[in-house]
């Protein structure tokens, strides 16, 4: 740094001051891409400043970055102290009115769901901004260390600030936002004791502007802010449990409020909680008869009875977390009994009508509220892994026949009108019960723990409903997520399922190839997750492999060259892997000489022309790594010939 060379004498510090202050002022201008020069600025020089005060705390960092013996380490980082402690002083001035700007111009943080438009109305983020999330990040760093320099300081600005919204002097959504951004971002910068006292401040006097504060729009903001500020300190909530049961129904609250984005807000700032203090929520807290999960289980149907669906989903994902830090194995069963209840009494009304006319199931709200259904399910299984095992069996073997009445109908629709009727919104709708049965077994295996009993539970009857019914569809019914399910089951229970794998090969492989090799632009979905599967057989069932016929084989090394030529960099790169684990593999095997003998000069040639065209850049390195496999196969035979040779002449 130059910044040395100018702290060496008094003239040029001034200048330097000087200059410090030109580029503060000059960062308040607004125009973005003056200020992200100003940003990258400012986060190096205050970076410098804090490694040199962080360092000084570790007396052997000291001595290796001034290149000193240990025995004269003592004195020297005393003076090393000092001559820090000045720098620190020096640039004191410059460092506070630094924090007022991180503050006043603090970027939107991704959890913030409200924002305001063009117009000044205060409406629900449709669209992330990546430029302004990356600048986030950059000025969350950089008030970290600001606030390590200076904890008093920070405090004393956040605070004065905060004072001036509740007098009015500064009111504003965006001085408001600005500043709670900035304050969620330094969580975990102070000392504990410091943190608990600054945080009880602001939630106060934030809980107070909502109180004194009218308009819908400006009580949106302020409860926009305050979710943001409280999801941001675990720590503090873990530390106390009724500011943490006084947040969580305060949000509890917000959940009711229809303004738009807020009960977005909520549910989403409800899970982080409950994400960092799950374990809290299920034990009987000082002063409580029951822990929190109960007493919420209790009024379940009242707290969500004005959310949308996909907000029910993300509390009753919250809700799972909960449920899944509890040890006991009987009030777990009980509690998940208690929160899939509601779910449970509509699942079992519907397939009650639907076994006395099956035509039930046909209407488009039935088939709505059965989305909804097995999306609740998926929300819970994603949260509480192998636990949920008691309630996936309670609704599995109805929800496979309802998967294959769902498939038939699409497929009788598509059949007799044509293309054109999978766009139908009826037949886009079974789509979805469909996709999200598959979604919905694929987390739940995902989740659960390597328990083989569970494969054997889940996998055999899901032959024929889902690989049968893929096979006999025609290829517009065929759905993307089978080949995903598969492949997740390959990848959880790796050589149990080789027996399964033949099966799994004649329903899959020639009708999925028949729809992708025809160009590379229809059915992308299948292309990846093809052979995403075909890669997690050759890894964990490489034996099933060996026992195909050798058609069937070439048609699986066809596919894989068809791979690593597609110009969708997923698609070849997934099939550059597979054909070095197929290779890796079957140099291992006792086929090796066979298979090198009918592949090898095929494999070099297709290697050799991607390698030189201009479409496939992207996977030089992988195609490098295939032709050095290839050739030090060729030298390590070239060897072993040379050795016999050699062994066969001297010998005889």
């Known amino acids: 740094f130059h910044i040395r060379v100018l702290e060496s004498t008094q003239e040029n510090i001034s200048a330097l001051l000087m200059g410090l202050e030109y580029l503060i002022n000059i960062s308040y201008v607004d125009e973005t891409e003056v200020f992200k020069v100003c940003l990258d600025y400012w986060n190096s020089f205050v970076l410098e400043l804090f490694d040199a005060h962080n360092n000084l705390e570790n007396p052997a960092v000291t001595a290796n970055m001034m290149g000193l013996p240990m025995p004269l380490l003592p004195s020297v980082v005393d003076g090393i102290g000092a001559q820090l402690l000045q720098r620190r002083q020096l640039y004191a001035v410059p460092l506070s009115k630094l924090r007022m700007l991180m503050i006043c111009r603090m970027a939107k943080p991704e959890e913030v769901l409200i924002v305001e438009d063009e117009n000044g109305n205060i409406v629900r983020e449709t669209m992330k901004d990546n430029d302004v999330l990356v600048q986030y990040k950059i000025m969350r760093e950089t008030l970290i260390y600001l606030s390590h320099l200076d904890h008093e300081d920070t405090e004393k600005q956040m605070l004065k600030k905060l004072s001036k919204q509740l007098s009015g002097e500064d009111w504003t959504w965006n001085n408001l936002n600005t500043l709670c951004w900035a304050i969620g971002s330094i969580s975990g910068s102070m ?122 989903h993300t509390f009753y994902e919250s809700v799972g977390h909960m449920i899944q830090a509890e040890s006991d194995v009987q009030k777990r069963e009980e509690y998940l009994q208690r929160l899939m209840l509601l779910p449970n009494q509509k699942w079992s009304e519907i397939i009650a009508q639907a076994r006395q006319s099956v035509d039930f199931l046909k209407d488009q709200d039935v088939i709505r509220t059965v989305l909804n259904i097995l999306q609740t399910n998926t929300s819970v299984a994603s949260a509480l892994g192998t636990f949920f095992l008691s309630q996936i069996s309670v609704i599995f073997l109805d929800m496979l026949n309802v998967y294959k009445m769902y498939s038939e109908l699409i497929s009788s629709s598509i059949s007799s009108g044509g293309p054109f009727a999978s766009k139908t919104s009826y037949v886009k709708l079974l789509r979805s019960v469909k996709r999200e049965t598959l979604k919905l077994i694929e987390t739940f295996l995902d989740k659960a723990e390597d328990q083989p009993q569970i494969g054997k539970q889940f996998v055999p009857p899901m032959m024929d409903p889902v690989l049968g019914d893929y096979a006999r569809n025609v290829p517009d019914a065929r759905e993307s997520e089978v080949l995903s399910l598969f492949a997740t089951i390959i990848n959880k229970y790796k050589g149990a399922m080789i027996d399964d794998v033949p099966r799994i090969f004649e329903a899959i492989f020639q009708c999925t190839l028949e729809m992708i090799t025809k160009n590379f632009e229809d059915y992308p979905e299948h292309r990846l997750k093809f052979f995403s599967l075909l890669r997690a057989i050759a890894t964990h069932c490489f034996p099933a492999l ?61 290697i050799f022309a991607v390698l030189t065209d201009t479409f496939h850049k992207p996977g030089f390195k992988l195609h490098v790594l295939v032709l050095q496999h290839l050739f030090c196969l060729v030298m390590y035979c070239t060897i072993l010939y040379m050795f016999l040779f050699w062994y066969i002449k001297i010998f005889n």
């Open 191 to 312: 000392m504990e004791e410091q943190e608990n006292r600054f945080l009880v401040m602001v939630i106060r006097d934030l809980l107070n502007l909502c109180e004194m504060t009218k308009g819908k729009d400006n009580k949106a903001v302020i409860a926009s802010n305050i979710m943001y500020v409280v999801g941001q300190y675990p720590r503090f909530l873990r530390a106390h449990w009724k500011f943490l049961k006084t947040v969580v129904n305060k949000l509890f609250e917000f959940m009711h409020e229809t303004h738009p984005g807020v009960q977005d807000m909520a549910c989403d700032t409800f899970l982080k909680i409950v994400q960092k203090c799950k374990r809290k929520f299920v034990i009987v807290q000082v002063g409580e008869n029951e822990p929190f999960v109960s007493e919420l289980l209790s009024g379940l149907a009242t707290t969500v009875a004005d959310l949308e669906p996909h907000q029910i």
């Open 546 to 606: 060996i026992r195909l016929s050798s058609q069937q084989l070439k048609l699986v090394m066809d596919s894989i060259i068809w791979a690593f030529r597609h110009t969708e960099r997923n698609i070849a790169e997934t099939g550059l892997n597979l054909l070095l684990e197929m290779l890796k593999n079957f140099q291992a095997s006792e086929f090796c000489n066979q298979f090198y003998r009918t592949y090898f000069v095929t494999i070099e040639q297709e």
